[in-house]
């Protein structure tokens, strides 16, 4: 996420009209992470910043990130005059955060010089002024050329300095001639009862003002910072959270998060097929949020995990946040209905994080899971159950986290799935629900039924943006093989589930027996009748063959009787005329001998 | 009273070589700049201290303009700054020693130190 970003996006603050360049204050970017959003840019160039708050609020700490940062990100060698820790104190304190002080001192980018202002042994005699501090102040801003001060805290001088109003007036000049050498300079101070500060600093810094507090609600510590002056400038003026954390201090900032990010057209399975298919035949959009709504014991976990696996499958990376249940318990239940997710996790596709929620507040937590996103870079992240994790903090600043969180989430494209748990004995729709199923582009619920003496589970879609889904209910069966959706019975008196849904699918399945067994049986009568017939046929025609073999039988007798009758004749005719024309027979046959 | 148990424990642990021997007394006068008021601290600071001036104490006046490491190092945040070192712990005055109450508390104090040695 770089500053560059979201100056672009926010370079107007709250909605209010953009200001142009030119008539805005230059500003001095901190590269504390979320600040420069809030300030749109960073503190006041050139100018002294008030930075106020109680004991351990981080006003040292917020300093002293702004010195180190500048001089390790931005180039801008920086002062640090301390009146409270000594500079190794200072070095320990601050390397707690990542910060190489040494090694940024023994670069000449910062120095640090300890003021002692030791009361018991100084006495005041006359007229004095402060000529000392300008000194050393001069001499060390000149020999790095620093462009950033630090002055923690001016209060350490009212406690030993009792002309208050030498004290004051130097103090002027001060500011005075800070301003005058072109220096960006943070001012701590501590929260006074009736004024903003114990003694009134307020009145020489009145360019910026940030606040700092650090309050407990319900036994839960969180930081908060505000702007509350900033000349010159607009700013948001809200109080935001923030953390301390391994690499110096973090602010969230809601309004850091438009809502202009890329969508995909993908479609990515759930890891159960007739979920799909209730889902247009495809599954959900990759970078959607999905919310899974069930009273307990239905088996979120188990489409969570269903989910993950289809995943890893697809070689995809897999985060999965789990509040109630540790990383082992849920890989030994799932394996318990042949959902094998070990070796996903020795492959590094599946990673687990598990938290009680009550460890830490709301936003430790999200600060957390923002870092473990993005240095996982997973595709799909699961959160099972949401809602615990919103019992952490009020309804409000739940609702407000889960926004959070899913608008970084989209910006990466990475598919979100949502575990919540819901009362038994309610319908679907409960108040932060509802207000929660807002944000989330798919909804699933799965509820119990209770009837016949037993208790099944169902499968709604309630809602599915951006496609065409099943609208029906589906029951949701978990055997040791796995999970599979099955069609619920719409008997008369309503939906069919379990046993009931068992009796009736047999019920049908003898009907249908029964129905294909008067077919077997007609057809076999068709058949038999068909044999029958045939069999009258194949006599008729053998009676047929035979009465015309006997006709043909007559007929060839007929026709030899004819032929003998025939040569008979001529045999007798020749024996007859044998003698006299035996000659000529033969002249005859001479004839057609000799002549033929 | 305390104080001047204070001072009687000191002598008694063993002296490290950083510690001026005793008859080396230093009083160091810090100024800013050659101004009218830094002329006027130095000379009543002589005309006060007149008496432990003869009896070899020294006066060194630094100009922290012309010496700022030496404000680190001795830590000065007003000036002027006078600093006694006579014993441990040694003794600052802020201010130029104009207001009577500050001077004669103060020259007490010291007299007070030396009677201690």
Same mark, same amino acid.
Not at chain 1, 1 to 24: H, L, Y
Not at chain 1, 391 to 414: C, F, H, N, P, W
Not at chain 2, 55 to 61: A, D, H, Y
């Given at each position: 996420?770089?500053?560059?970003?979201?100056?672009?996006?926010?370079?107007?603050?709250?909605?209010?009209?953009?200001?142009?360049?030119?008539?805005?204050?230059?500003?001095?970017?901190?590269?504390?992470?979320?600040?420069?959003?809030?300030?749109?840019?960073?503190?006041?160039?050139?100018? @002294?910043?008030?930075?106020? !708050?109680?004991?351990?609020?981080?006003?040292?700490?917020?300093?002293?990130?702004?010195?180190?940062? !500048?001089?390790?990100?931005?180039?801008?060698?920086?002062?640090?005059?301390?009146?409270?820790?000594?500079?190794?104190?200072?070095?320990?304190?601050?390397?707690?955060?990542?910060?190489?002080?040494?090694?940024?001192?023994?670069?000449?980018?910062?120095?640090?010089?300890?003021?002692?202002?030791?009361?018991?042994?100084?006495?005041?005699?006359?007229?004095?002024?402060?000529?000392?501090?300008?000194?050393?102040?001069?001499?060390?801003?000149?020999?790095?050329?620093?462009?950033?001060?630090?002055?923690?805290?001016?209060?350490?001088?009212?406690?030993?300095? +009792?002309?208050?109003?030498?004290?004051?007036?130097?103090?002027?000049? =001060?500011?005075?001639?800070?301003?005058?050498?072109?220096?960006?300079?943070?001012?701590?101070?501590?929260?006074?009862?009736? &004024?903003?500060?114990? +003694?009134?600093?307020?009145?020489?810094?009145?360019?910026?003002?940030?606040?700092?507090?650090?309050?407990?609600?319900?036994?839960?510590?969180?930081?908060?910072?505000?702007?509350?002056?900033?000349?010159?400038?607009?700013?948001?003026?809200?109080?935001? @959270?923030?953390?301390?954390?391994?690499?110096?201090?973090?602010?969230?900032?809601?309004? %850091?998060?438009?809502?202009?990010?890329?969508?995909?057209?993908?479609?990515?399975?759930?890891?159960?097929?007739?979920?799909?298919?209730?889902?247009?035949?495809?599954?959900?959009?990759?970078?959607?949020?999905?919310?899974?709504?069930?009273?307990?014991?239905?088996?979120?976990?188990?489409?969570?995990?269903?989910?993950?696996?289809?995943?890893?499958?697809?070689?995809? $990376?897999?985060?999965?946040?789990?509040?109630?249940?540790?990383?082992?318990?849920?890989?030994?239940?799932?394996?318990?209905? !042949?959902?094998?997710?070990?070796?996903?996790?020795?492959?590094?596709?599946?990673?687990?994080?598990?938290?009680?929620?009550?460890?830490?507040?709301?936003?430790?937590? =999200?600060?957390?899971?923002?870092?473990?996103?993005?240095?996982?870079?997973?595709?799909?992240?699961?959160?099972?159950?949401?809602?615990?994790?919103?019992?952490?903090?009020?309804?409000?600043?739940?609702?407000?986290?889960?926004?959070?969180?899913?608008?970084?989430?989209?910006?990466?494209?990475?598919?979100?799935?949502?575990?919540?748990?819901?009362?038994?004995?309610?319908? @679907?729709?409960?108040?932060?629900?509802?207000?929660?199923?807002?944000?989330?582009?798919?909804?699933?619920?799965?509820? *119990?039924?209770?009837?016949?003496?037993?208790?099944? $589970?169902?499968?709604?879609?309630?809602?599915?943006?951006?496609?065409?889904?099943?609208?029906?209910?589906?029951?949701?069966?978990?055997?040791?093989?796995?999970?599979?959706?099955? *069609?619920?019975?719409?008997?008369?008196?309503? #939906?069919?589930?379990?046993?009931?849904?068992?009796?009736?699918?047999?019920?049908?399945?003898?009907?249908?027996?029964?129905?294909?067994?008067?077919?077997?049986?007609?057809?076999?009568?068709?058949?038999?009748? $068909?044999?029958?017939? /045939?069999?009258?046929?194949?006599?008729?025609?053998?009676?047929?063959?035979?009465?015309?073999?006997?006709?043909?039988?007559?007929?060839?007798? #007929?026709?030899?009787?004819?032929?003998?009758?025939?040569?008979?004749?001529?045999? %007798?005719?020749?024996?007859? &005329?044998?003698?006299?024309?035996?000659?000529?027979?033969?002249?005859?046959?001479?004839?057609?001998?000799?002549?033929? | 009273?305390?104080?001047?148990?204070?001072?009687?424990?000191?002598?008694?642990?063993?002296?490290?070589?950083?510690?001026?021997?005793?008859?080396?007394? #230093?009083?160091?006068?810090?100024?800013?700049? /050659?101004?009218?008021?830094?002329? &006027?601290?130095?000379?009543?600071?002589?005309?006060?201290?007149?008496?432990?001036?003869?009896?070899?104490?020294?006066?060194?006046?630094?100009?922290?303009?012309?010496?700022?490491?030496?404000?680190?190092?001795?830590?000065? #945040?007003?000036?002027?700054?006078?600093?006694?070192?006579?014993?441990?712990?040694?003794? $600052?005055?802020?201010?130029?020693?104009?207001?009577?109450?500050?001077?004669?508390?103060?020259?007490?104090?010291?007299?007070?130190?030396?009677?201690?040695?």
């Amino acid at each position: 996420m770089s500053v560059k970003r979201f100056m672009k996006n926010n370079g107007r603050n709250n909605g209010s009209k953009p200001i142009s360049p030119a008539t805005q204050l230059p500003k001095c970017l901190t590269g504390i992470q979320g600040l420069d959003e809030i300030t749109g840019g960073g503190l006041p160039r050139g100018r @002294p910043t008030l930075v106020c !708050g109680g004991a351990g609020c981080g006003k040292t700490l917020l300093a002293a990130e702004f010195l180190v940062r !500048g001089a390790a990100q931005f180039g801008e060698p920086g002062v640090f005059m301390s009146f409270e820790e000594t500079e190794p104190e200072l070095q320990a304190n601050v390397a707690s955060l990542g910060f190489d002080l040494a090694g940024l001192i023994r670069r000449k980018k910062i120095v640090i010089d300890y003021v002692h202002v030791a009361p018991h042994d100084l006495h005041e005699s006359g007229e004095y002024d402060l000529e000392g501090l300008f000194v050393r102040l001069g001499h060390a801003i000149d020999s790095i050329g620093a462009r950033r001060v630090v002055l923690d805290t001016l209060e350490v001088l009212f406690a030993s300095l +009792h002309n208050e109003a030498i004290l004051r007036a130097e103090l002027r000049r =001060l500011f005075r001639w800070l301003k005058d050498k072109g220096v960006t300079a943070v001012i701590t101070a501590e929260r006074g009862r009736d &004024q903003l500060t114990r +003694h009134g600093l307020e009145e020489y810094v009145s360019d910026c003002v940030i606040l700092l507090d650090h309050r407990v609600n319900d036994q839960i510590a969180t930081r908060n910072l505000r702007v509350t002056k900033y000349r010159g400038a607009l700013h948001g003026t809200n109080e935001f @959270p923030f953390l301390i954390g391994g690499e110096g201090i973090s602010v969230l900032p809601i309004t %850091s998060l438009g809502l202009n990010h890329k969508v995909s057209d993908e479609r990515i399975a759930t890891g159960i097929p007739r979920l799909d298919a209730m889902l247009g035949g495809r599954g959900f959009f990759r970078g959607s949020s999905i919310l899974l709504t069930g009273t307990p014991g239905t088996g979120k976990t188990i489409i969570s995990s269903n989910f993950a696996q289809a995943a890893c499958r697809r070689r995809e $990376r897999v985060l999965f946040f789990s509040f109630e249940e540790s990383p082992n318990q849920i890989i030994r239940n799932m394996h318990s209905i !042949g959902l094998r997710l070990e070796p996903m996790v020795k492959k590094g596709l599946l990673r687990f994080h598990s938290a009680r929620p009550s460890l830490y507040g709301l936003e430790m937590h =999200l600060a957390t899971m923002f870092k473990e996103i993005a240095a996982f870079q997973p595709h799909v992240v699961i959160m099972d159950p949401i809602t615990s994790l919103m019992d952490a903090g009020t309804a409000s600043e739940g609702k407000g986290m889960v926004t959070r969180l899913i608008d970084y989430l989209k910006a990466g494209q990475v598919t979100s799935l949502f575990t919540s748990l819901t009362q038994s004995g309610s319908g @679907p729709a409960q108040p932060n629900e509802s207000a929660m199923s807002s944000l989330m582009d798919a909804w699933l619920s799965l509820q *119990d039924m209770e009837g016949n003496g037993e208790r099944n $589970r169902v499968l709604y879609v309630l809602k599915a943006r951006g496609m065409a889904h099943s609208n029906q209910i589906r029951e949701f069966l978990i055997s040791d093989h796995g999970v599979d959706l099955v *069609d619920a019975y719409i008997g008369v008196s309503g #939906v069919l589930t379990g046993s009931a849904r068992v009796q009736q699918g047999a019920l049908e399945k003898a009907v249908v027996l029964a129905n294909q067994q008067e077919a077997a049986t007609l057809k076999r009568e068709v058949e038999r009748k $068909r044999k029958a017939l /045939d069999r009258q046929i194949g006599d008729l025609r053998s009676d047929y063959e035979g009465e015309a073999l006997e006709l043909r039988r007559i007929a060839e007798q #007929v026709g030899t009787r004819t032929v003998m009758l025939g040569t008979d004749r001529a045999a %007798s005719g020749l024996l007859r &005329q044998a003698d006299t024309n035996k000659a000529a027979a033969s002249t005859r046959v001479n004839h057609k001998n000799g002549k033929a | 009273m305390k104080k001047n148990k204070i001072r009687r424990v000191i002598p008694a642990s063993a002296k490290s070589p950083a510690t001026k021997p005793k008859d080396k007394e #230093v009083m160091r006068l810090f100024v800013a700049g /050659d101004t009218a008021k830094s002329r &006027q601290a130095v000379l009543r600071v002589r005309s006060l201290f007149e008496a432990e001036l003869k009896n070899g104490c020294e006066l060194e006046v630094i100009d922290i303009h012309l010496h700022p490491e030496r404000a680190r190092i001795n830590q000065i #945040v007003a000036t002027p700054t006078l600093i006694m070192e006579f014993h441990v712990p040694e003794r $600052r005055f802020i201010g130029n020693l104009s207001t009577a109450k500050g001077v004669s508390a103060g020259l007490d104090l010291i007299r007070k130190d030396k009677t201690a040695l």
